[in-house]
């Protein structure tokens, strides 16, 4: 180096500690030299425990907020999929039962459910929408499992859903969006949605049955047709939220009256 200094890291050696040449090797010299000034940038870039906990608060409110929102959203998306799954796989599985069975009309009926002992208990064999379900529609779906219940069955699906033919007729249907979750804290329009199934010609004569087709529908009976009534109906918790939705193409309405 002109005028006798050494470079060594960026300084002349002249620009170095006490060290020498002579008696240390560039490396030592550079220790020397960049060790202090590397702490000192450590040091000074460190976070206080002050800014770490704010930042962890900050963390908090906003996680607390946007986790809600985001569990809501996940429920309506899961029970939109699986509504019109669930009516585009039971409208197959009649459509092809028909092609085995005949005409829908002639094999469609009203059945009663199971009949119980003296206990309460179900009579094994006995539920008559159990033989019904299971000659008629079951080889058609991917269901896990039949359960006869009094007054009507359970049918499990595949997908954690489930469905109920209540009562004593095969008109009225409820199929519970997420399976057993539903089934133990049953609320319409959120957790099950009702659905009606009269394929008769007969029906569409009476006035409360004026919007029956062939084919398994969201609940119609007694609606008058206007969308004023869905909404009502729906926001009462009542039978024609599956309609409204059905109607919004399936996806659960942003003013849709129910909370989630």
């Known amino acids: 180096h002109r005028g006798g200094g050494h470079s060594f890291c960026g300084k002349t050696f002249r620009q170095?500690?006490?060290?020498?040449?002579?008696?240390?090797?560039?490396?030592?010299?550079?220790?020397?030299?960049?060790?202090?000034?590397?702490?000192?940038?450590?040091?000074?870039?460190?976070?206080?425990?002050?800014?770490?906990?704010?930042?962890?608060?900050?963390?908090?409110?906003?996680?607390?907020?946007?986790?809600p929102s985001l569990i809501q959203s996940y429920k309506k998306t899961v029970v939109e999929t699986r509504l019109k799954k669930f009516y585009s796989v039971m409208n197959q599985a009649i459509a092809l039962s028909e092609t085995d069975n005949g005409n829908r009309e002639w094999w469609y009926q009203d059945v009663k459910g199971a009949q119980t002992d003296e206990d309460g208990n179900i009579i094994e064999g006995s539920s008559e929408a159990e033989k019904w379900f299971r000659k008629y529609l079951a080889p058609y779906l991917n269901n896990t499992e039949i359960k006869a219940i009094a007054g009507g069955l359970y049918v499990y699906f595949a997908d954690g859903s489930a469905l109920r033919i209540p009562t004593h007729t095969t008109r009225d249907w409820l199929f519970f969006a997420t399976g057993d979750k539903c089934i133990k804290k049953p609320i319409v329009g959120v957790c099950y949605f009702a659905f009606n199934y009269a394929p008769s010609s007969a029906h569409s004569s009476f006035k409360d049955w004026k919007y029956a087709t062939r084919n398994f529908e969201p609940w119609f009976h007694a609606w008058n047709g206007t969308k004023e009534q869905l909404y009502e109906d729906c926001s009462k918790g009542q039978n024609l939220c599956s309609r409204l939705i059905m109607l919004n193409g399936w996806k659960i309405p942003k003013d849709y009256p129910l909370k989630f």
């Open 16 to 67: 170095s500690r006490s060290l020498t040449l002579k008696n240390h090797t560039p490396f030592e010299i550079c220790r020397e030299n960049v060790e202090p000034f590397t702490s000192d940038v450590l040091q000074k870039s460190a976070f206080t425990l002050a800014e770490v906990l704010i930042t962890l608060v900050i963390i908090g409110v906003v996680a607390a907020l946007t986790i």
